[in-house]
């Protein structure tokens, strides 16, 4: 018997409506959680949690796939108001919303080349960004081909296999704990066992779970000595990724990248980063593989409304 979205909730953060599934396995292929799986004809979901990002909702042709928890796409009524500008007249403020909505993170790329003019213009859209006191802080390193992102990926896995063989020991674990608000730990919790299947995956299947595939990379810095930099940088950084959308091409935060450039002297001096410079994002850009037919949904958000009184109390 088919289970209902009701008796799902409780379980499980995907519901896979078995009388709908076709059984295309396209949701599988999307989940880089590997939370999904293509048995006896049919989808299944098979862990207790994910990060409920969405895309086998997103991807799947026949409507089979919902995350009960989450609202429907983003969608706004609004229109251009006032007279004063001709880009506000202009401008189609439902696209505008559209387009942020369909944007995702992309996971599965073709082997196609990104030609370099674009990596470049997106960089020039990167700029475009607002920043404080108007400091146009931020830099970018462009990485155009997909050897380039396997000699970055090669010095990350470095770092991480080091950084798991300090995780694997319970009394390094117990001495950082002391020392550093039990970073190692936390990361021994969280991250230590994924990381470690996915460096065996690339060393020994030569599968590419940090990049995805992707072609080449933009990685936006910014200067320490900005009032805001990382704010900044961030805000480069989403102009990008939906101006790639808006290209055509498939983009991905790799955070882990991220976090072993901050971390990893040596991979700062290969990539050429002075020291008043600060790495923010790594973002992978390809032509996507797979194509989605209906935006992402989210997750429902009330905000708070605050007040204050003439004499500036609640």
């Not at 949701?27 to 880089?32: A, G």
């Not at 010095?155 to 190692?184: C, Q």
């Not at 882990?256 to 991979?267: H, L, S, T, Y």
Request: hydrophobic fraction near 40%; glycine fraction near 6%.
């Amino acid at each position: 018997m088919a289970q209902t979205p009701n008796t799902i909730t409780a379980m499980k953060p995907v519901f896979i409506d078995n009388t709908l599934c076709s059984g295309c396995g396209l949701c599988v292929e999307v989940c880089s959680y590997r939370a999904l799986k293509t048995e006896d004809g049919c989808a299944r979901y098979l862990l207790d949690n994910c990060f409920s990002c969405g895309h086998c909702q997103a991807v799947c042709p026949e409507e089979a796939v919902s995350l009960p928890g989450l609202t429907q796409p983003v969608k706004t009524t609004l229109q251009a108001v006032g007279s004063e500008s001709k880009v506000a007249e202009s401008l189609a403020i439902a696209g505008l919303v559209d387009l942020m909505a369909r944007r995702r993170s992309c996971r599965n790329y073709k082997d196609k080349m990104v030609p370099l003019s674009l990596l470049e213009e997106l960089v020039q859209i990167g700029i475009t960004a607002p920043s404080g006191t108007n400091c146009q802080p931020w830099n970018f390193v462009i990485l155009p081909e997909r050897d380039d992102l396997l000699v970055f990926g090669s010095h990350i896995g470095t770092y991480f296999k080091s950084l798991n063989r300090l995780a694997e020991s319970r009394i390094i674990r117990l001495f950082t704990r002391m020392f550093t608000a039990g970073g190692l730990n936390r990361y021994y919790e969280n991250h230590y066992k994924s990381v470690k299947e996915a460096i065996h995956d690339w060393d020994d299947n030569g599968e590419d779970r940090l990049f995805h595939g992707a072609r080449a990379a933009i990685l936006v810095t910014a200067k320490t000595s900005a009032s805001c930099p990382a704010e900044d940088a961030l805000l480069a950084t989403q102009n990008i990724l939906l101006a790639a959308h808006s290209m055509g091409l498939g983009a991905c935060l790799i955070g882990f990248a991220v976090e072993a450039v901050q971390r990893d002297k040596n991979i700062r001096h290969i990539l050429g980063l002075p020291d008043d410079e600060k790495l923010y994002a790594v973002i992978a850009i390809g032509y996507p593989k797979i194509s989605y037919v209906r935006p992402a949904v989210r997750k429902k958000v009330t905000p708070r409304i605050f007040r204050f009184d003439k004499d500036g109390q609640t």
